[in-house]
C-alpha cells in the first residue's frame, strides 16, 4: 500500500507542476522590452517559412513580415514562420552566459481571459559556431485530450523554456547555463540563435513534441498569412564586447554576377568569402528551395523569378538578391 501511495503522489506531482506565471504576477520571470537589462538586440536574420497550416499545404506558406523586421527593438513589426517555420538569427557581439538569462524572445501574444493568455510558442536553439545547433530543453504541461485552438488560451504556469510564453510587450528570457553541460557548445560565445515553431497539433504526424516526448498543445491551425510563431525581436542581456583580438562581427560585402542572370546560365560568387560555410536559396514567398555547403554554389537550374539568397557563417550573415530570368 506504502508503495503505491508513492507512485500516486509522484504522478500528481507531475501532472500539477507550475512554472513561473504571466507577466505581473509574483514569481514571474517575464522581462518587459523596456527594460534596462537589456543591453543590445539582433542585427540580422534569415527566414525558412512555415505553412500556414502544415496539415493544407494548399494554404501556402506564412507571409506577414520579413527578415528586415527583426533586426532592432521589440515592437516594430513581427515576422510569422508559419508551422515549424524558422528564423535564425544573428547579433553585433556573440551572446556570453552570464548571472541569470542571457537572451530574451519576444511574441506578440495577448491576455485571452482572466486565467489564460493566446499565446503560440517555439523552441530556441543556440550555436557557437553558425553551424551545430543545441535545442534548450523544453516542457509543456498543457493538456493533451482537446485540441487548444484560436478560441482558447494557454496558461504561463504549464511552459518552460518554450519562447511565446508571455504575452506582449513582454519576453521569453533564457539561461546558457541550461546548456553548459554540451561540449561542442561554448556558452560564451554564442553566435547564432535559432527560433523553430511549434505547430500545436495534437495529430502525431503534424505534432511538436517537447523534451519529455509530450505533444505540445497550442492554437491550431492558423490557416492565415500570420500563421505560427510571431517572432517580434530578440534581447541580449549578457554579452562578450569586443575587443582587438575579437574576429569583427560584420557583414562581409559579396555579389552575385550575372544577375540578372538567365535560367541555365552559369552563376558566381565573388568578394571575401572566408569565414562563410553555407548557402540557402528561397523563392519569392519563402520557400526554401535549396541549403547546402557554399562550396557547392548556386545551381543553374533556378526556374525564373526572383531569390533570395542567404549566406551564412560564425558571426557572418550576408542576403543577397537574385534575378533569374
Given amino acids: 500500500m ?20 504571466q507577466a505581473g504576477l509574483p ?16 542585427k540580422a536574420a534569415s527566414i525558412k517559412r512555415g505553412w500556414q497550416n502544415i496539415s493544407d499545404t494548399a494554404l501556402g506558406l506564412a507571409a506577414v513580415g520579413d ?10 513589426g513581427i515576422v510569422s514562420l508559419g508551422d515549424k517555420g524558422e528564423a535564425t538569427v544573428l547579433f553585433h557581439n556573440p ?53 487548444v485552438d484560436n478560441f482558447t488560451g494557454l ?46 497539433s495534437l495529430i502525431p504526424m503534424y505534432a511538436s513534441y517537447d523534451t519529455a516526448n509530450r505533444i505540445i498543445n497550442e492554437p491550431w491551425p492558423t490557416p492565415f498569412s500570420s500563421s505560427g510563431f510571431d517572432l517580434d525581436g530578440i534581447g541580449v542581456i549578457h554579452e562578450q564586447l569586443k575587443t582587438a583580438i575579437n574576429e ?41 528551395i535549396l541549403t547546402g555547403d557554399l562550396d557547392e554554389g548556386i545551381p543553374n537550374n533556378l526556374l525564373p523569378g526572383y531569390y533570395t539568397l542567404t549566406l551564412m557563417g560564425k558571426a557572418k550573415l550576408t542576403t543577397i538578391k537574385l534575378l533569374i530570368q
Avoid at 67 to 76: F, H, L, S
Wanted: charged share 20%; aromatic share 12%.
Fill in 27 to 42: 514569481g514571474t520571470t517575464a522581462i518587459h522590452r523596456d527594460s534596462s537589462i537589456i543591453k543590445n538586440w539582433a
Fill in 67 to 76: 527578415e528586415t523586421y527583426i533586426p532592432g527593438k521589440a515592437g516594430n
Fill in 155 to 200: 496558461d504561463a504556469k504549464r511552459i518552460h523554456n518554450l519562447a511565446g510564453k508571455y504575452i506582449a510587450p513582454y519576453g521569453t528570457p533564457f539561461d546558457l547555463d541550461d546548456l553548459k553541460m554540451i561540449d561542442d557548445l561554448d556558452i560564451n560565445q554564442i553566435t547564432h540563435i535559432r527560433i523553430i515553431d511549434v505547430a500545436g
Fill in 248 to 288: 569583427p562581427f560584420v557583414n562581409t560585402p559579396i555579389s552575385v554576377f550575372p544577375n540578372p542572370a538567365k535560367h541555365g546560365e552559369h552563376i558566381n560568387l565573388s568578394g571575401l568569402m572566408d569565414g562563410y560555410q553555407s548557402l540557402s536559396i528561397y523563392d519569392i514567398t519563402g520557400k526554401n
Fill in 95 to 147: 551572446i556570453k552566459n552570464g548571472e541569470g538569462f542571457d537572451f530574451v524572445v519576444f511574441e506578440n501574444g495577448f491576455k485571452f481571459t482572466d486565467s489564460t493568455e493566446y499565446l503560440e510558442l517555439a523552441f530556441v536553439e543556440v550555436s557557437s559556431n553558425g553551424k551545430d545547433f543545441f535545442r534548450f530543453p523544453a516542457t509543456s504541461l498543457t493538456q493533451t485530450t482537446m485540441q
Fill in 2 to 21: 506504502k508503495k503505491l501511495f508513492w507512485i500516486v503522489l509522484l504522478c500528481s506531482t507531475s501532472v500539477f507542476a507550475q512554472f513561473a506565471p
